[in-house]
Nanobody, 115 residues
């Protein structure tokens, strides 16, 4: 089993920054990739950023240049640094892991950006 626990969400003014962190525990070997998705009310869940086991990254166009995903293999965490936040970044952010053909999700953390 895999457990993913997010932290770091909150309320921030437009232009501000937040750092989301996801702590992974359990069977966390042979991970293919980890990342972050988000879901705003009335919208589908969408990819924000992805980090492969080989170190490659992928970002949504909407956050490219404003966000950085990173992983700490010692602490078993994956972080998402978001700068220049916009009201349209408001959403629940979910940590995601894919390993051995299975997908795992955290419970989500709310990010609200006020204008």
């Amino acid at each position: 089993q895999v457990q993913l626990v997010e932290s770091g969400g909150g309320l921030v003014q437009a232009g501000g920054s937040l750092r989301l962190s996801c702590a992974a525990s359990g069977s966390i070997f042979s991970i293919n990739y980890m990342g972050w998705y988000r879901q705003a009310p009335g919208n589908q869940r969408e990819l924000v950023a992805l980090l492969t086991s080989g170190g490659s990254t992928k970002y949504a166009d909407s956050v490219k240049g404003r966000s950085t995903i990173s992983r700490d293999n010692v602490k078993n965490t994956v972080d998402l640094q978001m700068n220049g936040l916009k009201p349209e970044d408001t959403a629940v952010y979910y940590c995601y892991m894919h390993r051995q053909g299975n997908s795992y999700w955290g419970q989500g953390t709310q990010v609200t950006v006020s204008s």
